[in-house]
């Protein structure tokens, strides 16, 4: 594993134990260069995703991307990371375990909808303001009525 600090290639694990319930493994490793310390994770991946978007574009499945986006929904909000974390693992293995090697975006985002509907309104709301692309204050107070008329209200 290649320092992020100096950039040497050899480095020593220190210490590995589960994360995530049990879906990475965290590496606490030193670079045998410089000697700093740093933390690397290891997922299992089933399988190369590409992601169709629009106009039949096409870029590799990004899981850290997937995170940024459900984590800017839920700023503020009062969520642990760990179930910000299961989600975003829970959706990975939704895609991978499908048996398909090319995923609709609109897939990914109705799967980021469904998680968070479950976790929180306010950051479900937020996440649809994007993904659905509202352009006026009304499209928000038609969705968000929509919401607590479902029941979904804090």
Known sequence: MR?????????QVKDSRPSEDGA????????????????TFERIQLRELTVVKSED????FDR???ARSITIACRKRPIETVRIERL???????????GETEVPASLIGALVMDGLRGLDSVAY??????????SEASD???????????????
Request: contains cysteine; aromatic residues 10%; positive net charge.
């Open 3 to 11: 320092c992020p600090y100096c950039g040497h290639d050899a480095s």
């Open 24 to 39: 990475a493994i965290r590496r606490r490793r030193q670079c045998e260069g410089c000697g700093a310390r740093f933390t």
């Open 57 to 60: 574009r096409r870029e590799p």
């Open 64 to 66: 850290d991307k997937l």
């Open 88 to 98: 975003v693992s829970g959706i990975q293995r939704q895609l991978e375990t499908s």
């Open 125 to 134: 709301i937020r996440f649809a303001s994007v993904y659905k692309d509202f």
């Open 140 to 154: 928000f107070r038609e969705f968000a009525g929509a919401v607590i008329e479902a029941g979904g209200a804090e």
